[in-house]
């Protein structure tokens, strides 16, 4: 979608944003601590970041997928003779629509 754009990216993930978290996190003497609370809180920042575009981008998808299930039954004249038929393919996919659900 239109929410992540290549500057928010590169000012997120900038080297300099990237080293002061690092080097926070677990306090400045890299050298007797290992810096994993900062690769820690720096994954756990950046799939936060990236958490609301992405729910969107997988909301565009569903309801593209069911719009075009409900477009192929609704197009199908062999379905319309066979309306429980129809009933039961919508009901398959809003239970695959659940089934991926984030």
């Known amino acids: ?8 990216t590169q000012g997120h ?5 990237v080293r002061k978290i690092v080097s926070e996190a677990d306090g400045y003497q890299p050298h007797l601590i290992a810096p994993k609370q900062g690769y820690r809180c720096l994954i756990d920042e950046s ?3 990236f958490r609301g575009p992405t729910e969107a981008s997988l909301d565009a998808v569903q309801f593209v997928l069911k ?3 409900r477009r192929s039954i609704a197009e199908t004249e062999e379905l319309r003779r066979f309306p429980t038929l129809q009933s039961v393919f919508t009901a398959a996919a809003g239970v695959g629509d659940q089934h991926f659900q984030y």
């Open 13 to 17: 993930l900038s080297l300099q944003i």
């Open 47 to 49: 799939l936060n970041y």
């Open 67 to 69: 719009e075009l299930v």
């Open 1 to 8: 979608p239109k929410s992540i754009t290549i500057n928010r």
